[in-house]
């Protein structure tokens, strides 16, 4: 679902070449599900090769990292953990969505409506354990780390911006906020048009930041407050929120009356709320122990026997783009030798 905070904050466009020389602490499920949803056929089939196998997670990720790399941005891909008891409901609200979606889907393509097909699509996409194992390896093969989040992987994002390991943490999601980045980036490396859901237009989409020493002051809230005006419109962990409290009257209400139990319009609604312990996840959440990150060099054979000999991937596109790669950082290489010549 994801916290509906973008009403209330202001987002900053900005160029991936300011995001250069920098690390990026990257929601990995929030990224890998766009992958899934987005790399599809005609009719919304999802990318597989000649065997059967769904590629799109592996496409997506082969490709929009070397982009980033090119771009001189070092991505640290962060995976969740065991999602809390909390979220249970939200996940189970999620996967019959899937179903439905899945229902409609294939009704549609049985009909030929390829577009409400491809609409459908989108909702059926389904992360299993083996596709995670494989986006881990592909991360291993491009010389990219990554980081196994005891809980919420945006929590463990956050963290790394706190602590100085990364610059921006990175996700389509607001929740980051919540837990306290530093700096959020959404959009991360998509550009040019995006069509929007259930309508036949298209979007102009870029890159855009979120400082949270900035949603602060606009708003004029402590951290804290920010966490209970997204407990009032809905968390994961409190799905829907309360009834008839948008983002805008939440931020008021916060605002006038400083947290949830002053609020007398939800006091009869609190009990039923565990809103302590919603804070406390956001506040004080369980985090990865994380000494050293450490970028490797790009396994080029690794990559190739992984994507084009296993996966059926094109050799030449796969190494085309690896040859891209290579002379993105060669030449990069050799503008610092002249430079401290």
């Known amino acids: 679902m994801g916290l509906d905070l973008k009403p209330l904050l202001s987002a900053v466009p900005i160029k991936l070449a300011q995001l250069s020389g920098k690390t990026v602490a990257v929601d990995a499920y929030n990224t ?3 992958f899934l949803a987005t790399i599809r056929g005609p009719s919304g089939e999802p990318l597989a090769n000649s065997r059967g196998e ?3 997670h592996l496409s997506g990720l082969f490709y929009r990292n070397t982009n980033l790399l090119m771009e001189n941005i070092r991505p640290i891909y962060v995976y969740d953990g065991k999602a809390h008891e909390l979220k249970v409901q939200e996940i189970e609200r999620r996967a019959k969505l899937k179903k439905e979606a899945t229902e409609k889907y294939q009704l549609a393509v049985e009909e030929g409506r390829m577009e409400d097909a491809r609409k459908y699509s989108m909702r059926t996409s389904m992360l299993t354990d083996k596709m995670v194992e494989e986006t881990k390896r592909m991360l291993d093969c491009l010389g990219i780390p990554h980081v196994q989040a005891p809980s919420d992987g945006e929590a463990a994002a956050a963290h790394l911006t706190k602590n100085g390991m990364a610059y921006a943490a990175a996700s389509q999601d607001y929740d980051s906020i919540l837990f306290g980045a530093r700096k959020l980036v959404r959009n991360l490396a998509i550009s040019g048009k995006r069509k929007v859901p259930n309508r036949n237009m298209y979007i102009d989409v870029e890159p855009e930041m979120l400082e949270h020493d900035k949603v602060l002051r606009e708003t004029g809230l402590t951290h804290e407050q920010i966490v209970d005006v ?6 994961d962990f409190n799905p829907g929120g309360f009834p008839g ?3 805008k009257t939440a931020l008021k209400l916060i605002k006038e009356k400083g947290k949830l ?7 009869h609604l609190l009990p039923e709320v565990p809103y ?6 956001f506040l004080s959440p369980e985090l990865p122990q994380v000494e050293k990150l450490e970028f490797k060099q790009v396994n080029r054979e690794g990559v190739l026997d992984f994507l084009c000999v296993e996966k059926s991937f094109s050799a030449d596109r796969v190494s085309g ?3 891209k790669l290579q002379k993105a950082v060669t030449n990069r290489s050799q503008s610092l030798e002249q430079w401290f010549g």
């Open 230 to 235: 997204g407990i009032l419109i809905g968390t």
């Open 276 to 281: 302590e312990e919603i804070r406390k996840i």
């Open 261 to 267: 139990e002053n609020i007398e319009k939800i006091a």
């Open 54 to 56: 769904i590629t799109s």
């Open 32 to 34: 890998i599900y766009q």
């Open 321 to 323: 783009q690896l040859d």
């Open 245 to 247: 409290i948008g983002p």
